[in-house]
């Protein structure tokens, strides 16, 4: 694959004045509704605030599941804003994260001459990537090489034209946990970004991709931690092989639908969920079940990735929290 000038520039480690470039500061079927809630002990949650670059679209840094207190504050550079739209063609996309101030913790390295973070691997890889359509009708989950420069290759394809948004999950070394940042992507012509978006209805509760089977069995009540289950099965049995994949038995990406003009990508919209590690086996089905907590009601995503018999499916639900 062909790397545009710009990107080797971007590679030599040259600085590039991008305007995706955004400075940000963490802190400290039937209907849904129908379905059983669970609940469990509970888990604060506190908010966050981010600064912004000079565009409108925030960036933001949290975690997954519990907010970190008070890590340092992160310039995250892409090497592009908007993409050429080629269906299926990967896309190179340079991702750099540096600290606006020195670290006095290990969790930077120098690499060429400047602090660039060195990253924990969890769930198998240094960094995930998860590029969502605003309308949340594409998704897909990568993973970024690190170069040497301590840089973030990544080469994300693309089905359709449209806004994006890239959730980007990195943990700098030293900290517990991931940190979750956010940046836009036109891909395609910017014309297509002044569409309308399209909101999916609500999806069966039972979805099939070949013999296997996947039902989506309870959520939790919005504000309050809870369950959500999935069961599967196989030609109508409980399934009894499922391939561990990214070092846990399944992942679960859930994404709140923007409501009329709200931007997409707010804090806390997103959630990359793991199930327990040991499913529960039933008659008919086996159950992966996720401990999580979904921030305010509204319409969401939910997108299961399993290997059952070693086959990675993305499986995905649209459902609707009150």
């Given at each position: 694959?062909?790397?545009?000038?710009?990107?080797?520039?971007?590679?030599?480690?040259?600085?590039?004045?991008?305007?995706?470039?955004?400075?940000?500061?963490?802190?400290?079927?039937?209907?849904?509704?129908?379905?059983?809630?669970?609940?469990?002990?509970?888990?604060?949650?506190?908010?966050?605030?981010?600064?912004?670059?000079?565009?409108?679209?925030?960036?933001?840094?949290?975690?997954?599941?519990?907010?970190?207190?008070?890590?340092?504050?992160?310039?995250?550079?892409?090497?592009?804003?908007?993409?050429?739209?080629?269906?299926?063609?990967?896309?190179?996309?340079?991702?750099?994260?540096?600290?606006?101030?020195?670290?006095?913790?290990?969790?930077?390295?120098?690499?060429?001459?400047?602090?660039?973070?060195?990253?924990?691997?969890?769930?198998?890889?240094?960094?995930?990537?998860?590029?969502?359509?605003?309308?949340?009708?594409?998704?897909?989950?990568?993973?970024?090489?690190?170069?040497?420069?301590?840089?973030?290759?990544?080469?994300?394809?693309?089905?359709?034209?449209?806004?994006?948004?890239g959730f980007l999950q990195v943990q700098p070394a030293g900290n517990p946990q991931p940190l979750l940042l956010t940046?836009?992507?036109?891909?395609?012509?910017?014309?297509?970004?002044?569409?309308?978006?399209?909101?999916?209805?609500?999806?069966?509760?039972?979805?099939?991709?070949?013999?296997?089977?996947?039902?989506?069995?309870?959520?939790?009540?919005?504000?309050?931690?809870?369950?959500?289950?999935?069961?599967?099965?196989?030609?109508?049995?409980?399934?009894?092989?499922?391939?561990?994949?990214?070092?846990?038995?399944?992942?679960?990406?859930?994404?709140r639908y923007p409501s009329p003009g709200e931007p997409f990508g707010q804090p806390g919209d997103f959630l990359h969920?793991?199930?327990?590690?040991?499913?529960?086996?039933?008659?008919?089905?086996?159950?992966?079940?996720?401990?999580?907590?979904?921030?305010?009601?509204?319409?969401?995503?939910?997108?299961?990735?399993?290997?059952?018999?070693?086959?990675?499916?993305?499986?995905?639900?649209?459902f609707q929290a009150v």
């Amino acid at each position: 694959m062909r790397i545009p000038q710009r990107v080797n520039r971007f590679l030599a480690g040259v600085s590039m004045d991008d305007p995706c470039g955004r400075s940000m500061t963490a802190m400290s079927a039937p209907s849904m509704s129908t379905l059983p809630m669970s609940t469990l002990p509970g888990e604060t949650r506190t908010s966050v605030s981010a600064s912004a670059g000079s565009a409108p679209h925030h960036l933001h840094a949290m975690t997954t599941d519990r907010w970190l207190p008070a890590p340092p504050a992160y310039q995250l550079t892409c090497s592009q804003s908007w993409v050429h739209f080629q269906p299926n063609v990967p896309q190179p996309l340079l991702l750099a994260l540096d600290p606006l101030s020195s670290s006095p913790t290990s969790a930077w390295s120098s690499h060429t001459g400047a602090l660039r973070p060195a990253f924990e691997v969890f769930h198998e890889k240094p960094a995930h990537l998860f590029m969502i359509r605003d309308d949340l009708t594409a998704f897909e989950h990568i993973h970024p090489d690190v170069l040497a420069n301590g840089r973030l290759l990544a080469s994300p394809s693309f089905q359709r034209p449209g806004r994006y948004v890239g959730f980007l999950q990195v943990q700098p070394a030293g900290n517990p946990q991931p940190l979750l940042l956010t940046f836009p992507l036109q891909v395609g012509s910017p014309t297509s970004a002044a569409l309308p978006r399209f909101q999916e209805p609500i999806s069966p509760l039972l979805q099939s991709v070949g013999e296997f089977s996947f039902s989506l069995r309870s959520v939790p009540t919005p504000g309050q931690p809870g369950m959500l289950t999935v069961g599967l099965s196989q030609r109508g049995y409980p399934l009894r092989h499922l391939t561990p994949f990214l070092g846990a038995p399944a992942h679960g990406v859930l994404v709140r639908y923007p409501s009329p003009g709200e931007p997409f990508g707010q804090p806390g919209d997103f959630l990359h969920v793991h199930p327990a590690e040991q499913p529960t086996q039933t008659a008919q089905e086996t159950l992966l079940q996720f401990h999580t907590q979904l921030p305010r009601p509204g319409r969401y995503k939910f997108w299961l990735q399993a290997q059952p018999g070693g086959q990675l499916l993305t499986v995905p639900w649209v459902f609707q929290a009150v």
